[in-house]
């Protein structure tokens, strides 16, 4: 005579209907059950994968242009922009103080020498060593202005610049946080035991 299997639920010698998932026999009456807990607990997951999506959404919605990390990365760049064009505004500065001191210097001397010829010519007040001293001068005159014409060479030194490293002057790094990780219930025999399954 062949045993008969026991329920696993009720625990009579009346267990008709097997399951794969736990390997255990029931009865028609607590195989339902049975399958009721299974039910209870898939509607269980689309609850925690509902609370996951939000989650995730959540998490996603963080990447956009008002994210705190954005907005950092903004200020510097407006910041550093900023730096960049005073720095740029000093050296303009530094090109035309060039470029013109030398023109502004000898525009100022030959003022002054024009003001001394005119007085010294209106009041006759001059002897020979001072005609000798006026002719240097206008020489002199004549050589600057020579050299005012050519120009003077001056260059734009921008060695720092090509030395910055633009890619790592600012860049992003992940950083892992610690999080504590939540108890998922432990699965045996392919289901998941809760306090209210028995154990086989």
């Not at 009579?12 to 026999?25: A, L, M, R, T, W």
């Amino acid at each position: 005579m062949a045993k008969s299997n026991q329920c696993s639920t009720c625990q009579k010698p009346i267990g008709i209907i097997h399951c794969v998932g736990c390997d255990g026999y029931f009865c028609t009456k607590d195989f339902k059950g049975h399958r009721e807990i299974l039910f209870t607990e898939m509607e269980k997951l689309v609850e925690e994968r509902n609370k996951l999506q939000e989650k995730i959404t959540k998490a996603t919605k963080g990447n956009s242009l008002s994210n705190p990390l954005i907005e950092e990365i903004n200020a510097w760049e407006k910041t550093t922009i900023e730096k960049v064009r005073q720095t740029a505004e000093q050296v303009r500065q530094q090109a035309n103080q060039l470029m013109n001191s030398k023109s502004m210097k000898t525009t100022n001397e030959f003022r002054s020498f024009s003001t001394e010829l005119a007085n010294m010519k209106e009041t006759e007040d001059y002897v020979e060593h001072d005609l000798a001293r006026l002719k240097q001068k206008i020489d002199q005159f004549n050589v600057e202005l020579t050299q005012l014409s050519h120009g003077t060479i001056i260059e734009l030194n921008k060695e720092e610049n090509e030395r910055i490293n633009w890619n790592r002057m600012i860049y992003v790094q992940e950083k892992p946080v610690e999080v504590e990780r939540q108890q998922t219930p432990t699965r045996q025999q392919g289901m998941f035991l809760t306090s209210n399954l028995n154990k086989f």
